[in-house]
Nanobody
Framework: QVQLVESGGGLVQPGGSLRLSCAAS????????MGWYRQAPGKQRELVAR???????VYADSVKGRFTVSRDNAKNTVYLQMNSLNAEDTAVYYC???????WGQGTQVTVSS
């Protein structure tokens, strides 16, 4: 299993930006896909964005054009750049990896004035 550690969450005003990072405990070149889910209070966990080893990306409709997922294989890190944040983006954000399936501990993102 690969250990994943998220960072970069926090409190931001509406319209602001944050960048989340997910550092893996080992080389991620062999990991087919990595990305981010989120879970808001009282809601199911939902996919936010994922990126394959080949660089293909998938985004939830609600974040298209505002969020960008990327991966730096040399640093064993996946990022989520979040722009134009709004209150509906408030959630705990979880990093994930496939093969083997792994999850981070989550990082809180709160969008509020």
């Amino acid at each position: 299993q690969v250990q994943l550690v998220e960072s970069g969450g926090g409190l931001v005003q509406p319209g602001g930006s944050l960048r989340l990072s997910c550092a893996a405990s080992r080389n991620i070149l062999s990991i087919n896909a990595m990305g981010w889910y989120r879970q808001a209070p009282g809601k199911q966990r939902e996919l936010v964005a994922r990126i394959t080893s080949g660089g293909w990306t998938v985004y939830a409709d609600s974040v298209k054009g505002r969020f960008t997922v990327s991966r730096d294989n040399a640093k064993n890190t996946v990022y989520l750049q979040m722009n134009s944040l709004n209150a509906e983006d408030t959630a705990v954000y979880y990093c994930f990896a496939t093969n083997p399936g792994s999850w981070g501990q989550g990082t809180q993102v709160t969008v509020s004035s």
